[in-house]
């Protein structure tokens, strides 16, 4: 008899504990990191790691997150995916299952982002990447987001710039007909320069294959052709020498690039020829003003170095996070609930200012956003030019 | 016209370096009937040992206080390490072919592949993935001639090219050495019983075609500075086939056919898409040698050699 109360006790304090720490759960907002914290890609995992670190400092010092006037204290959950596609898989599967996250940023590669998104989806989490541009990561899965722009939306965002900077009317082509990237993105600005300018606008639609050196046939074709402008997506190793080559066949022309630019090597490599050309990317850290340059300078004291695209991109992740959980209209306790009203607030998000650029969901998980569009400066730095949008 | 003049003089920059890789094939091919397939990597790797000397070269001016002209850096790399280089193919020859003379001939052929293979990933291990970009000794000049763009870097390359080829042609032709190369080419067994150190001369002709694949890296370099350890590949193979094309250990074959693969690779993408810029190019070369099956100067095996 006696026993058999103090089983009933035990399991009554059980579960009162049980159900109150339940209850401060719920009070507690859980969101995952799942980052590349170590493997191939350290540097993509530590700059998520900082700049996530950073919003949460914010929270905290503002007393939590404020959400329909109440205040809630904020926990992130760090899980390192060791740029791996299976441990991207297991840190999803843990932190939705076993942590109870309300939402999880990342992974950031497309390669863990797009198994990754599968989990998520899955469990019906909302998730964002703040920098797979690979389509597959969100496509069909109406609870994986991103905070990039996809690939091939570079190609009308490029034909649009150059058709209001410069008036051209006749563009050229060269690309790499056996890698991916570029030949995705040459027929997308292909595309979208000749619903601007017409058929044939496109004056000559170059390509080679990869490892070639030697462009002076394809470039000669260029220069003839009467083309205002030149567009290459290529690699920075391969821009150095279209880029040179053309110079040496007389092309005077703006010559244009794509995200695939923006490495320290391309400079290096193409050294005066390259200053005062142009290519879009996500963000650039050299002449950022606004709230941009706040960000870079907070980075920079804190951590020692200039932060990257994916710190920033992660930075505007945590930004969008804050604002579907505000604008839920409040958080019912039931996670289940929660995370299908934060997905349903991401998707309503509109003009979103991130310091990468406004970004608008519109039904799907990709956000219509501006790209940014850099010169190479006289001093081969890559400088804010203005940003640009399709 | 403006046009094909500018094809022409870029086709002339193009086919120099197949001919310069070529005359190593062709060379080996005639005295061993076997085709050094770590060729193609030998150019890569004199290419990178121009790196090292002219940076070299460009310290050593700047410690010693000697202000040496540009130019005249890019003339001694060229040398030291056309003279490096032919060690390499030396040591090449040393380890990876003489232990395998006698070995059956498919051997051999592989032992080129491997040292192929060891030289690229050597390099890798090395240096790293990253890109190596060859340093810009002479400034470019870019020279309008009525709507023909010509730069001094592609006049110096095509005349360097056509130097060298010569010079060769002079050595097989006028020197003892030559004479006993040309010797062995005519038939490999006689000739030591002539008092012709064998080995000696099988390292020479490595040396020599190693030489000349160094000052195409080079001048390589210098038209496209952009250097990675796989760079020697697919020049090895289309530079195989212009040695195939020119005939049987002939130099002037040898040459010819690298300026007529750069020949017909520029002017099918002038003319065709460039997508099947290749496809077509080798398409037209398979029919060149279905017509003449021994190349321009080869002739059938028992006839003489012309070297």
């Known amino acids: 008899m006696r026993t058999r109360s103090w089983v009933a006790v035990c399991v009554l304090a059980g579960g009162l504990a049980f159900f109150l720490s339940g209850t401060v759960q719920a009070q507690t907002i859980k969101i995952g990191i799942n980052a590349e914290l170590t493997g191939d890609i350290p540097k993509v995992g530590e700059g998520t790691k900082y700049a996530a670190q950073m919003w949460l400092d914010d929270v905290r010092a503002a007393g939590g997150l404020a959400v329909k006037g109440k205040k809630y204290p904020v926990e992130l959950i760090l899980e390192d995916n060791e740029s791996k596609a299976e441990s991207a898989v297991k840190a999803a599967t843990k932190m939705i299952t076993e942590d109870g996250v309300l939402v999880m940023v990342g992974p950031q590669a497309s390669k863990q982002a797009v198994p990754a998104g599968g989990i998520a989806n899955n469990y019906k989490t909302p998730m964002i990447t703040p920098w797979s541009t690979n389509p597959d990561s969100t496509k069909n899965r109406p609870y994986v987001f991103r905070a990039c722009f996809l690939d091939p939306f570079q190609g009308p965002v490029l034909a649009n710039f150059i058709t209001s900077e410069f008036k051209f009317k006749k563009a050229a082509v060269l690309y790499d007909v056996a890698s991916d990237y570029p030949k995705g993105l040459a027929e997308f600005f292909k595309k979208a320069w000749e619903g601007l300018h017409g058929p044939g606008s496109v004056v000559a639609y170059e390509s080679f294959t990869t490892k070639d050196t030697d462009f002076s046939s394809q470039l000669t074709k260029i220069k003839n052709s009467g083309a205002q402008v030149l567009f290459t997506p290529q690699y920075y190793n391969e821009v150095a020498l279209i880029v040179q080559q053309a110079h040496q066949l007389g092309w005077k022309n703006p010559i244009v690039g794509s995200d695939s630019w923006g490495s320290a090597e391309t400079v290096k490599l193409c050294g005066k020829d390259c200053y005062g050309l142009f290519f879009s990317t996500h963000y650039a850290a050299a002449g950022a003003t606004g709230a941009t340059k706040a960000f870079i300078d907070r980075y920079k004291a804190k951590y020692g170095y200039v932060p990257d695209d994916v710190a920033a991109l992660t930075w505007d992740a945590m930004h969008l996070v804050q604002k579907a959980i505000q604008d839920t209209g409040g958080l019912t306790g039931d996670l289940k609930k929660d995370r299908e009203n934060v997905r349903a607030a991401m998707g309503r998000i509109k003009k979103f200012k991130g310091i990468t650029g406004e970004m608008t969901f519109s039904g799907g998980g990709d956000p219509s956003k501006c790209a940014v569009i850099v010169r190479i400066s006289d001093k081969g730095q890559f400088e804010f030019y203005k940003s640009a949008c399709p | ?307």
């Open chain 2, 1 to 307: 016209m403006a046009v094909f003049l500018q094809n022409l003089v870029n086709a002339l920059q193009w086919g120099s370096f197949y001919a310069l890789i070529a005359l190593g094939y062709s060379m080996v091919y005639s005295i061993l009937m076997l085709f050094n397939f770590a060729h193609g990597d030998i150019f890569m790797v004199g290419s990178y040992i121009g790196v090292g000397v002219s940076m070299a070269l460009i310290a050593l001016s700047a410690w010693g206080n000697v202000v040496l002209p540009n130019w005249l850096i890019l003339v001694l790399t060229i040398l030291f390490s056309m003279f490096l280089t032919s060690f390499v193919g030396m040591i090449v020859e040393r380890v990876g072919y003489r232990p395998l003379r006698n070995a059956p001939r498919a051997s051999a052929a592989i032992t080129g592949l491997m040292i192929g293979i060891i030289l690229e990933t050597g390099n890798l291990a090395l240096l790293g993935a990253r890109r190596v970009s060859f340093p810009s000794l002479i400034a470019t000049a870019t020279y309008d001639l009525g709507g023909v763009f010509v730069t001094n870097k592609k006049i110096m390359i095509v005349l360097v090219s056509l130097l060298l080829a010569l010079a060769l042609h002079q050595f097989v032709r006028r020197t003892k050495w030559g004479m006993a190369i040309r010797a062995m080419a005519f038939d490999f067994s006689v000739v030591p019983l002539m008092g012709v150190p064998l080995n000696r001369m099988i390292a020479l002709t490595f040396a020599l075609g190693s030489a000349l694949a160094a000052a195409a890296g080079i001048l390589f370099g210098v038209a496209y500075p952009v250097l990675d350890p796989y760079m020697g590949i697919l020049f090895g193979w289309k530079a195989f086939v212009a040695a195939i094309l020119g005939g049987r250990g002939s130099i002037m074959g040898a040459t010819l056919a690298g300026f007529l693969l750069g020949f017909t690779e520029i002017f099918v993408a002038m003319i065709f898409p460039s997508t099947l810029r290749d496809l077509i190019a080798y398409s037209i070369i398979l029919l060149i040698l279905t017509v003449r099956p021994h190349g321009f100067f080869g002739e059938p095996y028992s006839a003489r050699l012309r070297l």
